[in-house]
Every structure is written in structure tokens, then in C-alpha cells.
């Protein structure tokens, strides 16, 4: 079939509907304590962007009514201004995948496009793989990166807003996204509606795998084919990994955990020291171990140290993985080499949180080394990972280890140091928060330190002697873990301790905090819970469907309303009205329009919206408000589109113009209205056949208004010649259709 022609009039008015505004913040660091997270700014010209879409499509309507001669030069220039448009969206996706996902051109256009056109621009994708989660870090700037290993590729992830979750290398999972060459920016608000693991992430095990016991640590010493100084003999880092290293680890795990393994090189790679690609390095560190005759897989731990070079970064390291991977440009440290290998083992960064004036407030900003304690936090620290990363590693408050007391209770609650060999509890656990929507639980941590062995540093902070530490954590999310400021107004975290004769109160829960006594053999801390507040907040709420309906004008569309009070339990059950915003003239109607909810309640009922006879084609707005009818501050709105058509833009196309009586025809429809796909519609397929019999079939549209038909040739059956095809497409009285034809040889 002959495709229609797409205008240029018509493609930028779609590429205009697909601008949105970007809402960018900048983050204003407080202080000096760290690295700060901060919105990266737009740098990509999103209006050129636009014009060479535009070029692009333009070039490929004059190629495809152009002369054989003059056509070449038109694909000529569109493949290098579609070259010229992936750099700026790969640009636009590492600074900001929100955007380009916002951006990007939908599948309905793209198919407007030959085959060898696609190519050049961006896809939507799903691809099943294994995570790998890697750090690459200084002592000042780190950078967190996500990959999809599949089986021929390793395709780097951009998360939205930066909400990559918490999981491990090694992880496997399901993708969906928008892929420019090997980057892929994740659909969804936030990592995990992006991204299916195969296990609720919600609910899974905290503990990460594979860190109690002898873990068997392989260093390959290497240099480069332009660079190969040995800065380092074999001894000293032996010495050091499986001396200082293993002394760290050994005592911070309560004797559980402890590294052992050898230590071979130098190795001479046959790449450039100007690379600073970590899996290149490592894929031929491998292969030269493998060559020399180390069995790589006697060990679960490979460390991969090299001369320094110019990479941006002094270390980096997998997050967990079996094997896991760390990376030592240039710095053999204790500090460097400890700090890779507890990402190995399954720790992110022990980051702080830094609310101004607040301890914990409504404005604040992560410092993601903000831990002026941890050997994941500040630069140059090698003290023990605080109680919420150990719990994390099984460490404290699983099997033999030693225990958290969770408290529920007010009371007086003892614990020794934090150092201490011992079966007695070594924290407080005390739950803060419970999210509303996803279930996920956010703790208080309280634990007490004495200068002993690698915390001996602490010796001389009066602040950190004489109180206790307060950190924050959600789980099982191993990467929200925060140091508290308990001493806000100073300009550092190195007096973030709480201590004795002051108290932390929280106001939503009306939890106190209060250490009465440290002494050499621990700490003696009140827990008190008042009586529960009332904390009114605006309630949440969702319309489903909540993307376009497609029906006909005089049409009823049902909708569902779920409504979640998120008061704080010390407030009483709460009533919601519910009011609905149609345009003039058309009638609403809710099963019940009120509703009463008690505090982290959740229900639903439903909303039917009629359109009039003889309203015009078009988007037509749907709105509810709920609001609180005891405090009508505290409400909320949302909406969805109905979309009145008359009639659905359609059309259908097979894979080939001709087939031999081995081959399947493919038969591709694509529903849509007014530039947008249309999901869920029926689409009938009918194939008239040369001697006039006719095989019918039907499918339904999918998210890219998209609907395929397969018909194998039987050479009995079919004849040569010319095959028609017929179709057409129908959703809540909504009607579309089309033909083609291709022929049997």
C-alpha cells in the first residue's frame, strides 16, 4: 500500500504537541560537607532538535517521490543530519532521560518511516537482561551508572529524576524504555515501575548474598600496552589487601567475614593507558589471567589495580555481583581498596542529610558522601559502616550476629559500643514512616561509638564521645541511608551526635530521643512515644484509566476513582467529597460522592462521564477533586483525557510486496486519531485470495496502536497472483479502516 504523505505542517504540529516545560531546580548546598546532588542543567538546543526532525522527514519525503539519480545525495544528507540528531539526544538523555523520553517520537510516526529509516532514530524497547550497578568514584565526585548486559550487548540505563532503585549486580530484569545507540532512558516516574525484577522489590530479603565467610579475593596487577610502570611489587599489595584490608573487614563484620586470595601481575594489556572503559579492562585483565593459568572462578572477588590514569576517578567498583568487580586506579589504600570492596559486597554510598536549620525538614539535600564516620562516607575515612549498611550484610540482627533491638515501647534501652565483640545489642531500631503507597519503611538507627580499632579516629570529637549517632534508612532500599544532623545550627556534620542532656522529638510520630548515660561500656538511651499527633496531609489519589478513552460522540466512559487518606494515625477518620470538572454540557455521575477514610486508607468507586450528541471531534478534559471536608485545604485533583472521534486513522501494510509459497506474510496495522495511537481497538484482517476464497483473522492494537497478522502460504492451497487485503478497526463505536495488497510468486 502507498503510504499517505506526511506534511510538514502536520509533523510540526506533533513534534510541538511533545514539548513539555522542564521544571528545573537548582539545589543549593548548604555547606561544605561533600559532594551534593544537584539537577544537571539542559545544555542540548531542544529547538534544534525539532528542526532537524523536521529536515529529516522532509529529506524523506522528497527521497522517496525523487529519480534514482537525485535520490542518493537526499538519503546522503538525512543519514548525517540523523547522525547529527542522536548526538543531541544522547546528550539530552545522560543530562536529563526525562526529558528525552518526553521528547521522544512516537512509534505511530516513526512508522510513517521505511524500514532503513528507523534505524536512524530513537526505538521504544523492552529487553530482558542481568543489572550491572557500578560506581566510579574520587574522594570529591561520584558517579552512579546502570547497564543491561544482555546476550551480545551491555546497554547503558538513565533513570528518571535520578530514581534508579537500590538493587544488586547480577540482578536479572525486564527493561522498557526509549534506546539511542547503546543508552536507554527508562519509562516510568521511577526506577522500579521502569524496571521488573521477577521479585517484588518491595518485600524481598535485605540481606545481601554471598557476605559472611571467606571471600576469596583475585588482584591482577596491571599496565598498559603505552604505560607499563609497576608502581606497586606483588608483596606490598598483598600486604595490604590481605593485611589491613582483611583486618578491616574482619573486625567491622564481628569476625564473619574475612578476604583471603592471591594477588598475580603485572600483566601488560593490549590497549591504550587513554582508555578509561572499566569492562574493556577488565574483559582483557581476564583474558591474560585465564592465559597464564589462574582459574578465575576460584575467586568471588576481582580487584583489577592499575598505574594511575586519567579516568576522572580513583576507584570503582560493582555494587555486589558474583563475581564482583573493583577497579584501583593508582591508589593503594587501605581507604580506596576498602571502600571498592564493600560496594562489592552489596553497600552503596553512606550519604547525609542536610535540611539547613532542621534536622530533618522539608527542604534538604543529599550529600552523597555525608557520613563523617563510615569508610563510604567522607573522603579519607576507614571507620566502621553504621548499623543500617551491617544490617544490610547480615552483620548485626541476623543468625549469630549481633543483635538490633527494634523498639515499639517506651522505655530505657541499652547498647554497647559499636566496636565490641559481644552478643548484646549494638543499635536502636525504631520505625519513622511507613509510604502510603508503596509500603516501604523508613527506620530511625541509634548507635553509640568508642575509639577502638578503625574507629580510633573518633578519639578526639567530644561531640561523637559523649552522645549517640542517628542515621535514617528505607527498606529494603540499600542506597536511602542517611547521617542525621543533630547539631543543625554549626556549619559541619563532624557534631552530628546527639548527646547526652539534649533530645530529638519527631514531630510526626511524637518520638523522642534522649541519651542519659555513655560511659566505656555502652550508652543508655529513652525512647519515648507520646501521644500520637495529628499530621494532615493532602490525600493521594488515582483516575483509571487515566490515558485517552477513544469513543464516540454520545458516549457514557466509566472511570475508577481510588482516593488514599494520608493522615497520620493520630487523626481521626477523615470525609472526602468528591467533585468532578467536565466541559459545558456534559453530565457526571459518581456512585458515591463522598467518602470516609481512616488514616492510610485506601478505597474506590466509580465516576461514568456522558458526552453530548453533537459534540465536535477533539481532547476533552476530565477532572475529580477530592478534598478534605474537615479541612478543605488538604485536597487533591487529577485528570484524564476523552477523546470524542468519529471515525480512526488507519492503516495496513505487509512486511514484503511479494512472497514465494515457503514465506509468511506479515500484516502490520496501525491505529490512530488525531496523531496519537490508539490502543485496544479490534482490528479484522480479511485476505482475498487470486481465485476469489478469502482467510479472515483479527488482533488487537497494542500501546503503539499497533496490530499484526501472520498468514503462512500452504503451496497446495494458494495460488499465484495478486492478494487483496481488507481491514479495518473498531473501539466503543469507533470505526477505522484500510487495504493493501502484495502478490504470491
Known amino acids: 500500500m502507498k503510504k499517505t504523505a506526511l506534511t510538514i505542517g502536520f509533523l510540526s504540529c506533533a513534534i ?36 532537524m526532525t523536521e529536515t529529516i522527514f522532509s529529506l524523506a519525503e522528497q527521497a522517496r517521490t525523487a529519480a534514482d539519480e537525485t535520490r542518493q545525495p537526499l538519503m546522503n544528507e538525512l543519514h548525517r543530519v540523523a547522525a547529527s540528531r542522536n548526538q543531541l539526544l544522547l546528550g539530552l538523555m545522560r543530562q536529563n532521560p526525562g526529558e528525552l523520553l518526553d521528547l521522544a517520537l512516537p512509534d505511530h510516526l516513526l512508522a510513517l518511516l521505511s524500514g532503513e529509516l528507523q534505524v536512524l532514530f530513537e526505538q521504544r524497547i523492552e529487553l530482558d537482561g542481568e543489572l550491572e550497578v557500578l560506581y566510579e568514584e574520587s574522594e570529591t565526585e561520584s558517579h552512579l551508572r546502570h547497564f543491561l548486559r544482555t546476550d551480545t550487548k551491555r546497554l547503558e540505563l538513565h533513570f528518571r529524576e535520578n530514581s534508579a532503585p537500590g538493587l544488586l549486580t547480577g540482578t536479572r530484569v525486564h527493561v522498557r524504555g526509549v534506546r539511542v545507540g547503546d543508552d536507554i532512558a527508562l ?68 569476625q564473619q567475614t574475612w578476604l583471603s586470595g592471591d594477588v598475580f601481575g603485572w600483566y601488560t594489556l593490549p590497549i591504550s593507558s587513554a582508555t578509561c572503559d572499566t569492562s574493556a579492562i577488565a574483559t582483557y585483565a581476564r583474558q591474560a589471567a585465564t592465559a597464564a593459568g589462574i582459574n578465575l572462578a576460584a575467586y568471588n572477588r576481582q580487584v583489577f589495580a592499575y598505574p594511575s590514569l586519567s579516568c576522572g576517578f580513583t576507584g570503582a567498583s560493582t555494587v555486589g555481583g558474583s563475581p564482583s568487580q573493583s577497579w584501583i586506579n593508582g591508589s593503594m589504600t587501605v581507604r580506596t581498596v576498602g571502600h571498592e570492596l564493600g560496594h562489592g559486597l552489596g553497600l552503596y554510598h553512606a550519604r547525609a542529610l542536610d535540611c539547613g536549620a532542621e534536622i530533618i525538614g522539608s527542604a534538604c539535600t543529599t550529600i552523597e558522601y555525608g557520613d563523617t564516620v563510615e569508610i563510604l562516607g567522607q573522603a579519607g575515612l576507614t571507620g566502621y559502616s553504621h548499623a543500617a549498611q551491617k544490617e544490610r550484610l547480615g552483620w548485626l540482627n541476623y543468625g549469630i550476629s549481633p543483635t538490633i ?7 530505657t534501652y ?16 525504631i520505625l519513622k514512616s511507613v509510604n502510603p503507597t508503596t509500603g516501604v519503611k523508613t527506620w530511625y538507627y541509634v548507635e553509640f561509638r568508642r575509639p577502638l580499632g578503625f574507629d580510633s579516629s573518633i578519639l578526639n570529637n567530644s561531640n561523637l564521645m559523649n552522645g549517640v549517632i542517628v542515621h535514617t534508612s528505607n527498606e529494603p532500599y540499600g542506597r536511602d541511608n542517611y547521617l542525621l544532623d543533630m547539631t543543625p545550627a554549626t556549619s559541619s556534620f563532624s557534631d552530628a551526635a546527639l548527646t547526652v542532656g539534649h533530645s530529638y522529638n519527631d514531630p510526626n510520630t511524637n518520638m523522642t530521643i534522649t541519651p542519659l548515660l555513655v560511659g566505656a561500656t555502652g550508652a543508655s538511651v529513652m525512647i519515648s512515644f507520646g501521644p500520637q499527633p495529628c499530621v494532615r496531609a493532602n490525600p493521594s489519589m488515582t483516575l483509571s484509566p487515566a490515558a485517552s478513552q477513544w469513543v464516540s460522540a454520545g458516549s457514557t466512559v466509566t472511570y475508577q476513582v481510588s482516593l488514599t487518606n494520608n493522615d497520620t494515625a493520630g ?8 467533585r468532578a470538572a467536565v466541559p459545558s454540557g456534559w453530565n457526571s455521575l459518581f456512585s458515591s460522592s463522598t467518602i470516609i477514610l481512616s488514616p492510610g486508607a485506601n478505597a474506590t468507586t466509580s465516576f461514568t462521564v456522558a458526552s453530548p450528541l453533537l459534540v465536535a471531534d477533539g481532547y476533552y478534559n476530565i477532572g475529580v477533586t477530592a478534598a478534605n471536608s474537615f479541612a478543605s485545604a488538604y485536597s487533591v485533583s487529577c485528570s484524564s483525557l476523552c477523546s470524542i472521534m468519529s471515525g480512526l486513522d488507519f492503516s495496513v501494510v505487509s512486511d514484503q510486496a511479494s512472497y514465494t509459497s515457503s514465506q509468511t506474510a506479515t500484516l502490520t496495522a496501525n491505529v490512530s486519531a488525531a496523531g496519537t495511537p490508539v490502543s485496544g481497538a479490534k482490528v479484522s484482517f480479511t485476505i482475498s485470495k487470486p481465485n476469489g476464497s478469502k482467510v479472515t483473522g483479527s488482533a488487537t492494537a497494542d500501546a503503539n496502536g499497533s496490530a499484526k497478522y501472520k498468514y503462512r502460504f500452504n503451496k497446495q492451497k494458494d495460488p499465484v497472483g495478486i492478494y487483496q487485503v481488507a481491514a479495518g478497526a473498531s473501539l466503543n463505536g469507533v470505526v477505522g479502516s484500510g487495504v493493501t495488497s502484495f502478490s504470491l510468486q
Open 414 to 429: 541499652w547498647i554497647d559500643p559499636y566496636e565490641t565483640l559481644g552478643s548484646s545489642p549494638k543499635a536502636l531500631k
Open 405 to 411: 533491638t527494634t523498639v515499639e515501647a517506651s522505655g
Open 16 to 51: 510541538m504537541l511533545l514539548v513539555l516545560t522542564f521544571p528545573f531546580n537548582r539545589a543549593q548546598a548548604k555547606k561544605n560537607r561533600g559532594i551534593h546532588i544537584t539537577p544537571v542543567p539542559r545544555g542540548v538546543d531542544v529547538q534544534s532538535l525539532h528542526a
Open 571 to 578: 487523626c481521626a477518620s477523615s470525609s472526602f467529597d468528591l
Open 187 to 254: 519509562d516510568g516516574a521511577d526506577g522500579t515501575t521502569a524496571m521488573s525484577t521477577g521479585v517484588d522489590v518491595q518485600t524481598s530479603a535485605t540481606i545481601a548474598p554471598n557476605t559472611f565467610g571467606e571471600q576469596k579475593v583475585l588482584v591482577l596487577l596491571i599496565n598498559f600496552q603505552d604505560k607499563t610502570t609497576q608502581p606497586w611489587t606483588t608483596s606490598q599489595v598483598s600486604n595490604l589487601v590481605f593485611g589491613s584490608v582483611n583486618d578491616f573487614y574482619n573486625e567491622s563484620s564481628y
